[in-house]
T-cell receptor, first 116, second 112 residues
């Protein structure tokens, strides 16, 4: 597609429910990143993939959070048993290639998650 | 963990004044990127610096990467109302991969 697409744009869920957030990166981009951004804060790194391999998941807050990118394209971030503190904007970004060059990250519009 | 701090957190300037934001990392960075996020928008890439001491210019914007690759700055000359937004630096730790840790950001308000 023309840009990074995230769905849904908005998600309201009840505490304790599971949610799945989807990211469709720019076609051909090798690297895919997930960030969480609270209002007035910088994006907080969660995890990233090169192709289908999850390279680093050290930013995931706890084991309720998981991510996958099974075919090296679309990625899903899943939050189990959501809590109110999970409410935030979840952003996905993709870049053409890992390494020193071509690492410009293109961000999607984000998914605003509200846990009530 | 990695800490990337930016100062100031907020800056209000009169249109036409200059603006500078500083980025400081607790660890050496392999490279650094700068992003701009308009209110209600998403971060948009501005530039990447890779070499120690590198300076790059984009029209009224000047970017510097410190000699030790632990700090960086963004300077805007003669601000315009279109410069409004939050400016973030971001960079991966040396030798640790491609995950970019974002700074705390500087929110710029330009008063016409």
């Amino acid at each position: 597609g023309a840009g990074v697409s995230q769905s849904p744009r908005y998600k309201v869920t009840k505490r304790g429910q599971d949610v799945a957030l989807r990211c469709d990166p720019i076609s051909g981009h090798v690297s895919l990143y997930w960030y969480r951004q609270a209002l007035g804060q910088g994006p907080e790194f969660l995890t990233y993939f090169n192709y289908e391999a999850q390279q680093d998941k050290s930013g995931l807050p706890n084991d309720r959070f998981s991510a996958e990118r099974p075919e090296g394209s679309i990625s899903t971030l899943t939050i189990q048993r959501t809590e109110q503190r999970d409410s935030a904007m979840y952003r996905c970004a993709s870049s053409l290639a890992p390494g020193q060059q071509n690492t410009e990250a293109f961000f999607g519009q984000g998914t605003r998650l509200t846990v009530v | 963990g990695q800490q990337v701090m930016q100062i100031p957190q907020y800056q209000h300037v009169q249109e036409g004044e200059d603006f500078t934001t500083y980025c400081n990392s607790s660890t050496t960075l392999s490279n650094i990127q700068w992003y701009k996020q308009r209110p209600g928008g998403h971060p948009v890439f501005l530039i990447q610096l890779v070499k120690s001491g590198e300076v790059k210019k984009q029209k009224r914007l000047t970017f510097q990467f410190g000699e030790a690759k632990k700090n960086s700055s963004l300077h805007i000359t003669a601000t315009q109302t279109t410069d409004v937004g939050t400016y973030f630096c971001a960079g991966p730790r040396l030798y640790t991969g491609n995950q970019f840790y974002f700074g705390t950001g500087t929110s710029l308000t330009v008063i016409p």
